[in-house]
């Protein structure tokens, strides 16, 4: 039964028609005004640029850069910030009272940091990464710990009267219990770290996609500028939609709990 | 503590401004400490004396006041910007189920290329300028607005609309009627996330563009190594934004939820 | 007079996953006079709830006609109230602001509203209430406001989609109660769904007992109960009772029916 197949097929067309319009909207534009391509390139401009720089491995080096900055700095994040939130989620008196502390460094997290970190830990690799967890580490942790303290009552009292220990309740109870605040503030926190990752590396770095970017605008070269904005439009459509969605199908919305709008 | 001791401080611990302030206290004193003890090389770290009295310096040289406002203006013209843009587009898209079909791949990807990413193109177009920063948060409003009403419109529930249509409501009237207030929660929501994106795509900008501001002033301090302008400008951009959230953004929020009833999560961003 | 006519009225839909084509009504035709209350039964999946939302103008019909009033319905109006089994108030109004939403759209002045507004709110014992809003009532009264709101627009027909399926036992006697109780003192010409038989027999002159899919009127059972009626009067009698098993029985038949014979 061909049924079920056909839509996916129809919903992906779907998808990238408006691309395809946008794309012949842009070329007949930029053809009928005969703009210069030092203002804005032609569609082909920014195609030859994509593979110039594919061909020449500049791509997969400033991708693998970035990538890698962002994998650390978020497997940083999650690993700290998690464990953090949950603990400070699982205190009333701490929570409530450091609530505001956390809000506060949620307000100031990521880019407001990079003068700070290039400080600290000079221009390179070091300081985006830390960009990258810092953005994230707040966000996340703030929303785990608000996560952990929406578990209703009930739940958690069901767990400690089977005599749930401390390493059990963390596990079993308060990590899937908060889960879906947490999948809000991965979401939340990569948006941030994400931000970031790009705003670091234009000041601060000398490789990545977002050093792409500023040396492309020092010589003017639009049609770099445009090939690796799509490039990071599209890697983080890829996260978000292929990652961060999925994962919330899977866990959050499989098992009923309400889901956050984004 | 005395049961007249410990009445007083429960007292204390009621008022909003004590619980917001209160976390702040044992952090600054650790700060403190960790400066006093020179922990970290002074190069690198220095204590709250040392901040405020760069506060104080430049507060006096009126520098603060004229870069907060510089920040502060740019971000109002983006918001003004961003919301007479955004609004119209979402409802206009919102409203046709074409128009969304068509748009909606093209509204994510977009929302999709970091606004900051928008910096270098934006410079080769206007410069190293006001309207160039403007642009930036404009964009980084507009997106994330247009997105959250038109989600806002789509759980509008079907029954809302025939109620109001088996009353006689016509086209327009369901819009104002129905439609208007029932969106209202996500437009809250997605103005609080484009503000909060907008916030820092201005710290950045100002940072890249290097006029004045004070993502401009922390960057420049950075240059010339004061430690202590950096953290004065981290601490200012902090209170402002956790003011313009919890005074303005969240209550909006809030209300429009609380107040006709609906279940909402409440998120940080 | 007759209020509310549908002739032959036949639906069918596609399925949206499988592709095959459903009947959700095959052939259906009823009357309801001016100041009757009607109720319409019938099997899972009949179809009665589609039948109301034809009638209420939300969904076309495939075939067959819908007269109310002497004029074919075409879309939703005024002169066709609806009461939804999840109330669908305007939680941002206030209880005032929810009934007199439908005189507002018809440009009553405010006194008059207000004054209107007054009258049904009277009658369905929510006065005192004007300024709270929805959320804030108990799912009871919400669906008395939802009543009260579709009656200050006098349709000409108010349709009832199983209004009191989510309430609790002992609230759904309450409401029937007063339902029954609002329909004596105003005699609105009713329409209404449910799948519980004494509660149709309950509140009905007459009972529209629909069979199974392709659904069909079966049979259409005059309901003698005197009026007004009463749980503690009319339930204990041995009429309502003998009503109530004629049409469990109506219903049961009909499934085994199609048990017996699978199609």
Do not use: K, N
């Given at each position: 039964m061909t049924a079920p197949r056909a839509p996916r097929i129809r919903s992906v067309l779907w998808f990238l028609a408006p691309f395809a319009a946008l794309l012949a909207v842009w070329a007949a534009v930029v053809a009928a005004t005969g703009v210069p391509m030092r203002i804005f390139p032609q569609v082909t401009d920014v195609a030859r640029a994509l593979v110039g720089m594919t061909v020449s491995g500049e791509l997969t080096a400033h991708l693998a850069a970035s990538l890698r900055r962002v994998l650390i700095g978020s497997v940083l994040a999650v690993v700290t910030a998690l464990p953090f939130g949950i603990a400070l989620g699982a205190s009333p008196r701490l929570s409530a009272f450091f609530a505001p502390l956390l809000r506060f460094s949620v307000a100031l997290a990521g880019i407001a940091w990079i003068p700070i970190a290039t400080l600290w830990l000079g221009y390179g690799d070091g300081a985006v990464i830390f960009i990258v967890w810092n953005a994230m580490f707040f966000a996340l942790a703030y929303n785990t710990m608000l996560g952990v303290r929406r578990i209703p009552l009930p739940l958690l009292r069901a767990a400690r009267s089977m005599g749930t220990g401390r390493l059990r309740m963390f596990w079993e109870v308060l990590l899937p219990g908060a889960l879906p605040s947490v999948v809000t503030g991965l979401r939340v926190g990569l948006g941030y770290g994400w931000r970031g990752l790009v705003a670091a590396e234009i000041i601060a770095t000398g490789a990545g996609l977002g050093y792409a970017l500023f040396l492309a605008q020092k010589t003017f070269s639009t049609d770099v500028i445009i090939a690796s904005m799509v490039i990071i439009g599209a890697l983080w459509l890829i996260m978000d939609r292929l990652l961060l969605a999925p994962l919330e199908r899977r866990t959050v919305q499989r098992w009923g709990m309400t889901v956050a709008v984004s | 503590m005395t049961t007249g001791g410990t009445a007083v401080w429960r007292q204390l611990a009621r008022r909003p401004a004590v619980r917001t302030l209160g976390p702040f206290v044992p952090v600054v004193a650790l700060w403190w400490a960790l400066a006093a003890l020179e922990v970290f090389p002074p190069a690198f770290f220095?204590?709250?004396?040392?901040?405020?009295?760069?506060?104080?310096?430049?507060?006096?040289?009126?520098?603060?006041?004229?870069?907060?406002?510089?920040?502060?203006?740019?971000?109002?013209?983006?918001?003004?910007?961003?919301?007479?843009?955004?609004?119209?587009?979402?409802?206009?898209?919102?409203?046709?189920?074409?128009?969304?079909?068509?748009?909606?791949?093209?509204?994510?990807?977009?929302?999709?290329?970091?606004?900051?990413?928008?910096?270098?193109?934006?410079?080769v177009w206007f410069g190293f300028s006001l309207t160039a920063v403007t642009f930036v948060i404009v964009y980084t409003i507009v997106f994330p607005l247009v997105l959250s009403i038109v989600a806002g419109i789509e759980q509008v529930p079907q029954e809302l609309v025939r109620a109001a249509r088996s009353l006689g409501a016509s086209r327009l009237r369901i819009f104002v009627e129905v439609i208007l207030p029932g969106a209202l929660p996500s437009v809250a929501s997605g103005v609080r996330t484009g503000l909060g994106y907008g916030w820092r795509a201005l710290v950045a900008a100002e940072i890249i563009v290097g006029t004045s501001g004070i993502g401009f002033m922390m960057f420049d301090a950075r240059r010339v190594g004061d430690v202590a302008e950096v953290f004065l400008g981290m601490i200012v951009l902090g209170i402002l934004w956790y003011a313009l959230d919890a005074l303005f953004l969240a209550p909006f929020e809030r209300a429009t939820v609380e107040r006709w009833g609906l279940v909402r999560q409440e998120a940080a961003r | 007079m007759t209020a509310l006519q549908i002739d032959h009225l036949h639906k069918t839909y596609v399925d949206g996953y499988s592709g095959d084509e459903v009947v959700a009504i095959g052939d259906v035709s009823f009357a309801v006079a001016e100041g009757e209350f009607v109720s319409v039964l019938g099997p899972s999946g009949c179809g009665k709830t589609t039948v109301l939302n034809i009638v209420a103008g939300f969904v076309e019909q495939t075939a067959g006609t819908v007269t109310v009033a002497g004029k074919p319905v075409t879309g939703p109006g005024p002169d066709r109230g609806v009461v939804f089994q999840n109330h669908a108030l305007f939680p941002w109004k206030t209880v005032l602001g929810n009934v007199t939403f439908g005189l507002r759209m018809r440009g009553v002045p405010k006194a008059e509203r207000e004054a209107t507004a007054a009258e049904y709110l009277r009658l369905v014992g929510l006065t005192g209430f004007e300024h709270r809003y929805p959320h804030e009532l108990s799912g009871g009264m919400q669906q008395r406001l939802g009543v009260a709101r579709v009656l200050a627009n006098e349709p000409a027909v108010m349709l009832m989609d199983e209004p009191f399926a989510s309430i609790d036992a002992q609230t759904r006697r309450r409401l029937q109660e007063d339902l029954t109780r609002i329909f004596q003192e105003r005699r609105p010409t009713v329409f209404f769904v449910t799948h519980d038989v004494d509660e149709a027999v309950f509140l009905s002159d007459r009972v529209v007992v629909l069979t199974g899919r392709p659904s069909t009127v079966q049979e259409i059972v005059e309901v003698d109960l005197p009026r007004p009626r009463a749980w503690r009067t009319t339930g204990e009698l041995p009429r309502f009772r003998a009503l109530c098993n004629r049409i469990t029985d109506l219903l049961v038949g009909d499934e085994a029916d199609a048990v017996a014979d699978p199609a």
């Open positions: - | 220095v204590g709250p004396d040392v901040v405020l009295a760069e506060l104080a310096g430049l507060l006096e040289r009126g520098i603060l006041p004229g870069y907060l406002s510089d920040s502060l203006t740019r971000l109002w013209y983006g918001v003004l910007f961003g919301l007479l843009i955004g609004l119209p587009l979402g409802f206009l898209i919102g409203m046709s189920p074409l128009a969304r079909r068509l748009t909606w791949p093209l509204l994510l990807f977009f929302q999709a290329v970091a606004d900051i990413a928008w910096l270098p193109i934006v410079i | -």
